[in-house]
């Protein structure tokens, strides 16, 4: 089993920043890929980046030039570091990894989601 921790959200003026870290944790054998999706009150989850084993990042078109994804391997990590930030990112963030566990089985696993509010 492969728990996920995301932290880091909060509250922000318009034109801020905000750094979001994702843990994973459990049998691990390997990490695939990583991602963050939001998710705003009525509107469906969408993506927002996500990043290979090898560092290839994709982001979503409303956020590319503002936020960067990055990983760390060794600590089973993400990050998300978002700048200038828009009252219309406002949405909770929630963590994504897939990869295989210790004993060769899939997984893909869910973080319980941070909430990031942008006042205008």
């Known amino acids: 089993q492969v728990q996920l921790v995301e932290s880091g959200g909060g509250l922000v003026q318009a034109g801020g920043s905000l750094r979001l870290s994702c843990a994973a944790s459990?049998?691990?054998?390997?990490?695939?890929?990583m991602g963050w999706y939001r998710q705003a009150p009525g509107k469906q989850r969408e993506l927002v980046a996500i990043i290979s084993g090898d560092g290839n990042a994709n982001y979503a078109d409303s956020v590319k030039g503002r936020f960067t994804i990055s990983r760390d391997n060794a600590k089973n990590t993400v990050y998300l570091q978002m700048n200038s930030l828009k009252p219309e990112d406002t949405a909770a963030y929630y963590c994504?990894?897939?990869?295989?566990?210790?004993?060769?089985?899939?997984?893909?696993?869910w973080g319980q989601g941070t909430q990031v509010t942008v006042s205008s």
């Open positions: 459990g049998s691990i054998l390997r990490i695939n890929v």
């Open positions: 994504n990894a897939d990869g295989r566990t210790t004993r060769w089985v899939p997984f893909g696993s």
